[in-house]
Every structure is written in C-alpha cells, then in structure tokens.
C-alpha cells in the first residue's frame, strides 16, 4: 500500500518542490525506460554541442549502471542534419530531447 501511495503521489509533490526524484538512476537511463502508451520502439539521434552527427539508430539495451551507455540498432545507418532530427522530434509532442552537459551531447528521442 505504502509503494502505491508512493507512485502516485510522488511526482506530484517532487514537482511542487522542484526536485528530482532520480537522482540515483541516470536521466538517460530514465527516459529511456519510459515508452508512452501506444508507441513501441525508441529511436535516437545524437548530436555534439556543435551540431555535428554522431550516430542514430533504435534503442536495444540502455545501460542501468549509470554510465550513460546505450545500445543501438538499424540497418544503414543514417546520418541525419540538426534540421531533420529536429523535424523529427516536432512530430510528435512525446518525443524528448536529453541534454548532456556533462559529455556535451544532444540525443533526440523519437518514438515510433
């Protein structure tokens, strides 16, 4: 009972304060465990603070040890441009956007 209160009522109050309740699990990590009702696979696109590419492709096995590691797949890979990954995220109000300050990467999550 006390875990059902727990999640229900949680968030909301950690909104209200301001504050993170995942603090010990990586945001990568968070958001990528999280698929939106009625979509079924994550893709990503990941950029450097200078807009340049480094790689995309469907998420297989995100890392939850914290390091920031996932694992992607896809046949020919495609390089994408700032302007489509952003076209692509645009489509779709679920979509995200993780920023890593820490590495200085931009990963664009698309959901299909």
């Given at each position: ?51 340049n590419y480094i790689s995309s492709g469907y998420v297989r096995n995100v890392d939850d040890q914290g390091n920031q590691q ?43």
């Amino acid at each position: 009972m006390i875990f059902i209160c727990y999640n229900k009522f949680a968030p909301k109050i950690a909104d209200e304060l301001n504050m993170n309740l995942y603090d010990n699990q990586g945001t990568m990590e968070h958001v990528l465990s999280q698929i939106p009702d009625g979509k079924k696979e994550q893709f990503l696109i990941i950029f450097d603070f200078n807009d340049n590419y480094i790689s995309s492709g469907y998420v297989r096995n995100v890392d939850d040890q914290g390091n920031q590691q996932v694992e992607l797949y896809g046949q020919d890979e495609r390089v994408f441009t700032i302007a489509e990954a952003r076209d692509e995220y645009q489509n779709d109000d679920k979509n995200s956007i993780i920023i890593d300050y820490k590495n200085r990467l931009k990963s664009y999550v698309i959901l299909y």
